[in-house]
């Protein structure tokens, strides 16, 4: 199974920009990047997933590389609300269609 | 619309009992997932579905069952409760499979064995 590798925690200040890493080297042509974040005591949430292109939504942006071994989760202004365990996941055709959920990064966000 | 309603959100059980986990979606999703998250770490699967009358295993199915009766619900069933069963488990559903589409969680049901 194609694998993603995140830090385990990062900081940021509250309004400013987050640039969250993952590395998937073993991507394969057809794997989607998905990212999602699991607040605490909640269950997981969808952020953003995309394939080659970069992809905006009204929660954040995804930068795939050129190549698609990294990509980048942005938040453009983090809150405090915005802390949370974020994991990023390849959508693996040879996973038989499903994520499988690693440790993540979990964001902290200070005031 | 409620999204995805699990039940009951806490549950303990002692070793060897049984019980049903209830998870129903009223977004009209063909998929339907079960996983468990153990404390630090990610969500393991542990069954799913693709359809009424459609499921299978995940990554970790044993000591569980599932049924899909209807589009709408997934109930997950514990047969004689181990320890190793505490966790917190997350039923989740999607109108495509996983890899090109969005997974819809509930909130979580966190189930104690003692």
């Known amino acids: 199974d194609a694998k993603t590798t995140q830090p385990n925690s990062m900081e940021s200040n509250e309004e400013e920009p987050v640039h969250l890493p993952c590395n998937h080297s073993?991507?394969?042509?057809?794997?989607?990047i998905h990212w999602y974040r699991q607040l605490p005591s909640q269950g997981p949430e969808y952020v953003i997933h995309?394939?080659?292109s970069n992809v905006n939504n009204r929660m954040a942006s995804l930068a795939i590389a050129e190549d698609r071994k990294s990509s980048t989760l942005i938040l453009h202004r983090a809150t405090l609300r915005d802390a949370a365990v974020y994991y990023c996941i390849l959508g693996d055709n040879n996973a038989g269609n499903m994520l499988t959920f690693g440790g993540g990064t979990r964001l902290m966000v200070k005031p | 619309n409620a999204g995805v309603t699990q039940t009951p959100k806490f549950r303990i059980l002692k070793i060897g009992q049984s019980m049903t986990l209830q998870c129903t979606q009223d977004m009209n999703h063909n998929y339907m997932y079960w996983y468990r998250q153990d404390p630090g770490m990610g969500l393991k699967l542990i069954y799913y579905s693709v359809g009424a009358g459609i499921t299978d295993k995940g990554e970790v199915p044993n000591g569980y069952n599932v049924s899909r009766s209807t589009t709408e619900d997934f109930p997950l069933r514990l047969e004689l409760a181990a320890p190793s069963q505490t966790s917190v488990y997350f039923c989740?559903?999607?109108?495509?499979?996983?890899?090109?589409?969005?997974?819809?969680f509930g909130e979580g049901s966190r189930l104690t064995v003692l």
């Open positions: 073993t991507i394969s042509g057809t794997d989607y």
């Open positions: 989740a559903s999607s109108f495509q499979d996983q890899r090109t589409g969005e997974l819809f």
């Open positions: 995309g394939l080659t």
